[in-house]
């Protein structure tokens, strides 16, 4: 688990902290929350090669679909738990046939819910902040020190307490804006609008 934690978190340290850092160095507080818009204006030529675009829309791609993936599986679980028969093999047609007539009716909900709300950027910092730092952050940190219980004058027992109160502050503060923009944004929110709010 340690392993798997030091290589995610170098992950994240090398890709989006680098991102976020030089993206704010270069646009300043004119930065949008999205790169790539920040990346093509829509006035003038844009600001990187269009490999670099391209290959940004890839990584973008691949880490909706892990993310879809590794976050629907408690959704899939529960649905497939309620239909599936335990008696019959796991690719019978018995449970096969429900499996994908419910994940496709799961997928088609969250598609229609997504082009209905327009505003994904908002609601996706009010999630992030409220939900995923907590449980990425904060809570696989709060459980080791829990299980293993290091000493308290140990260096293991100070670093995780050191990113379980960052992260809590980033969470804090990402909450508070994300929901103070939401509000903001409040009065451009159109349902089934082919304008994105940003």
């Given at each position: 688990?340690?392993?798997?934690?030091?290589?995610?978190?170098?992950v994240?340290?090398?890709?989006?902290?680098?991102?976020?850092?030089?993206?704010?160095?270069?646009?300043?507080?004119?930065?949008?929350s999205?790169?790539?818009k920040?990346?093509?204006?829509?006035?003038?030529?844009?600001?990187?090669?269009t490999?670099?675009?391209?290959?940004?829309?890839?990584?973008?791609?691949?880490?909706?679909?892990?993310?879809?993936?590794v976050?629907?599986?408690?959704?899939?679980?529960?649905m497939?738990?309620?239909?599936?028969?335990?008696?019959?093999a796991?690719?019978?047609?018995?449970n096969?046939?429900?499996?994908?007539?419910?994940?496709?009716?799961?997928?088609?909900?969250?598609g229609?819910?997504?082009?209905?709300?327009?505003?994904?950027?908002?609601i996706?910092?009010?999630?992030?902040?409220?939900?995923?730092?907590p449980?990425?952050?904060v809570?696989?940190m709060?459980?080791?020190?829990?299980?293993?219980?290091?000493?308290?004058s140990?260096?293991?027992?100070?670093?995780?307490?050191?990113?379980?109160?960052i992260f809590?502050?980033?969470?804090?503060?990402?909450?508070?804006?994300?929901?103070?923009?939401?509000?903001?944004d409040?009065?451009?929110?159109?349902?089934f609008?082919?304008?994105?709010?940003?």
């Open positions: 688990m340690l392993k798997g934690l030091m290589l995610c978190y170098s994240i340290l090398v890709t989006f902290y680098s991102a976020s850092v030089s993206g704010y160095w270069v646009f300043g507080n004119k930065s949008n999205n790169i790539l920040s990346l093509m204006p829509d006035e003038g030529p844009s600001l990187a090669p490999w670099v675009l391209g290959l940004a829309i890839v990584f973008i791609l691949l880490q909706l679909f892990a993310i879809g993936l976050y629907s599986q408690v959704a899939y679980e529960i497939e738990k309620n239909s599936a028969d335990v008696n019959k796991v690719f019978s047609l018995r096969l046939i429900p499996r994908i007539i419910l994940r496709t009716l799961y997928m088609t909900l969250c229609f819910f997504a082009a209905m709300l327009p505003f994904f950027g908002d996706n910092g009010v999630v992030g902040a409220v939900g995923f730092i449980l990425d952050f809570l696989p709060l459980l080791y020190n829990m299980t293993f219980k290091p000493k308290k140990s260096i293991t027992f100070w670093v995780n307490t050191s990113i379980m109160v809590s502050c980033a969470g804090l503060l990402g909450s508070f804006s994300s929901i103070r923009k939401l509000v903001l409040a009065n451009k929110f159109k349902l609008s082919s304008d994105v709010v940003d």
